[in-house]
């Protein structure tokens, strides 16, 4: 039960998109759709943003948007704004009422 | 509108147990289909599933952890907890309990509590 594999940073200019992977295996995000994504500022907990790889919470901006391909799914972030300055977590499923989590991307709006 | 807090101690020594408890307000953990998960995030790292409590009292843990972790609920108080035996250095962090289940996603942690930490001086 390795983590999930994510960029340590990214980065966008205000108005640009990013996007940010998000690397697992062939036993968790490539045999279930159940990839989720959330959002956490410094001393914060986190807050769900994508649900069932490319779902939006209510409240969530349609900025927002997962994908998945094979073992390796993504969050698209379009439009960058300040706010969006935050550490970004991806989580799957991973069989047998098991989780796991990424390590997690730094995203800088410069 | 449901609502989670983390208690316990801040400070535990190496070698013994961190007990820790999530009080849920606003709902019930006997709810059909939610889960309910203890998660943990060391200083300046990334976020890790401990394990989980499901409604019916099943109980489903991390690997590396298993040998160590014990997760119960108490109905009558509406609280579940944690303990981790054996603690190190290591074990420091800031421990979350979440709810995921039915309502957003089967998988995905829609209610987070604020979060406690808890410290392992080495």
């Known amino acids: 039960q390795s983590a999930l594999t994510q960029p340590p940073s990214a980065s966008g200019s205000a108005g640009q998109s990013v996007t940010i992977s998000c690397t697992g295996t062939?036993?968790?995000?490539?045999?279930?759709?159940?990839v989720s994504w959330y959002q956490q500022y410094p001393g914060k907990a986190p807050k769900l943003m994508i649900f069932?790889?490319?779902k939006r919470p209510s409240g969530v901006p349609d900025r927002f948007s997962g994908s998945k391909s094979g073992n390796t799914a993504s969050l698209t972030v379009s439009g960058l704004q300040a706010e969006d300055e935050a550490d970004y977590y991806c989580?799957?499923?991973?069989?047998?009422?098991?989780?796991?989590f990424g390590g997690g991307t730094k995203l800088t709006v410069l | 509108q449901l609502q989670l807090q983390e208690s316990g101690p801040g400070l535990v020594k190496p070698s013994e147990t961190l007990s820790l408890i999530c009080t849920v307000s606003?709902?019930?953990?006997?709810?059909?289909?939610?889960?309910w998960a203890w998660i943990r995030q060391p200083p300046g790292k990334g976020l890790e599933w401990i394990g989980t409590?499901?409604?019916?009292?099943?109980?489903y843990y991390k690997s590396s952890l298993k040998s160590r972790v014990t997760i119960s609920a108490d109905t009558s108080k509406n609280q579940f907890s944690l303990k981790l035996t054996s603690v190190t250095a290591a074990d420091t962090a800031v421990y979350y309990c979440?709810?995921?289940?039915?309502?957003?996603?089967?998988?995905?942690?829609?209610?987070w509590g604020q979060g406690t930490t808890v410290t392992v001086p080495s």
């Open positions: 409590i499901f409604y019916s009292g099943n109980t």
């Open positions: 606003g709902g019930s953990i006997s709810t059909d289909y939610y889960y």
């Open positions: 989580s799957s499923y991973a069989g047998s009422n098991t989780l796991i």
């Open positions: 062939s036993s968790d995000i490539g045999d279930y759709n159940y």
């Open positions: 979440a709810r995921y289940g039915r309502a957003l996603g089967k998988y995905a942690m829609d209610v």
């Open positions: 069932e790889v490319n």
